[in-house]
Each structure stands twice: as structure tokens, then as C-alpha cells.
């Protein structure tokens, strides 16, 4: 998690960064909200993780069956093993053999460098022709006071590739 230098009050934390795992909770159906409050009950800690756009179909009267192709659970949280935090002048590593977890994240720095460096195809869902008469039909919902506000993504996507995470953003 990356704060990107915003200042607020009090200013906790510029970069956080979880790695490994202790436990998980993971859900695709159900009482997945109490369930996952209950996870985090067990053991008070770091958690982190992400709430799936489908969670809405628990907690409103909303159905969708979009297209999935990442197949991302509706719920996903882990208790990490390792905790980084990265301010401008510093790394601190929090966890067991944290010495190791450093010499790790440098080893991985200087391998494979050249793998940032291979073509891509980035392929989107929509045309722009597509996406722009969408565009147009949901401004006319807005003109009509159908809605106030409307968020209205294009996925961008690569399929079968194989990268370097840290080449890539080194």
C-alpha cells in the first residue's frame, strides 16, 4: 500500500508492504461480512486484503454475473508473516529471520533484469468507438436524473505472460 506522499493527520504511514502468510479467510457466498469480522476477531493484527465488487449481492438486493476471468474471490484476507514499511529514508522488515526477508528482496533486485525489457500486448475490453457510445448512454441517464453518478471502468489486460515484478517496476 502505497500512500503516494498524501499528507493527512496523523501521517501513519508512507509505504506498507505484506508478504507471506499466517492464516487467510477467503469467501465466494454467504454470511462472508460476519464471518470475516469473526476471522479477525480470532487474533488481533495486521490484516490485509480486498472486498470483491460481487460482495454487493450480500448486502443489497443487486445481482450481476459479469465475465470473471481473474476469478478473485468475493473476500480475500491474510494475516501476513512479514510486515515491510518503507519510509523516504528507510526499510524496516517486521517478522521472523528479517535478515533473510532483506537479502531475498535484494537477490531478486539483480535477477532476471532483462525480463522488463520484452513486448507486451495490452488488450482492452472495449473498442474506443464501443466504449465512447457507452459513454454517451450513460450521460443520457445522467440528463434524465436517472442517476446522479455513474463509474464506468475499461479493463485493460494481458493474457498468458510472464513478467518480473521487480524488473518491471525497478
Not at 472486498?51 to 484476507?77: H, M, Q, R, W
Not at 445522467?142 to 489486460?157: A, T, V
Request: glycine content about 6%; overall charge negative; hydrophobic content about 35%.
Amino acid at each position: 500500500m502505497d500512500n503516494h506522499h498524501y499528507q493527512i493527520t496523523p501521517h501513519a504511514e508512507e509505504c506498507l508492504l505484506a508478504a507471506g502468510e499466517k492464516r487467510s479467510y477467503t469467501s465466494r457466498r454467504g454470511n462472508t461480512l460476519a464471518e470475516l469480522q469473526q476471522f479477525m476477531d480470532e487474533k488481533k493484527g495486521w490484516f490485509f486484503g480486498h472486498l470483491g465488487y460481487d460482495l454487493k449481492n450480500e448486502t443489497e438486493a443487486l445481482y450481476s454475473a459479469l465475465p470473471d476471468p481473474i476469478g478473485f474471490p468475493d473476500v480475500f484476507f491474510f494475516e501476513p508473516e512479514f510486515i515491510i514499511r518503507l519510509t523516504q529514508n528507510e526499510m524496516t522488515i517486521e517478522g521472523n529471520n528479517a535478515a533473510d526477508v532483506y537479502d531475498e528482496i535484494l537477490s531478486a533486485a539483480t535477477e532476471n533484469e532483462n525480463e522488463a525489457g520484452s513486448k507486451v500486448s495490452i488488450q482492452q475490453r472495449f473498442t474506443k468507438n464501443e466504449y465512447l457510445a457507452v459513454v454517451e448512454k450513460l450521460k443520457k441517464h445522467i440528463h434524465r436524473g436517472d442517476c446522479y453518478e455513474i463509474n464506468f471502468c475499461q479493463e485493460f489486460f494481458i493474457e498468458q505472460v510472464n513478467i518480473n515484478p521487480v524488473a518491471v517496476y525497478k
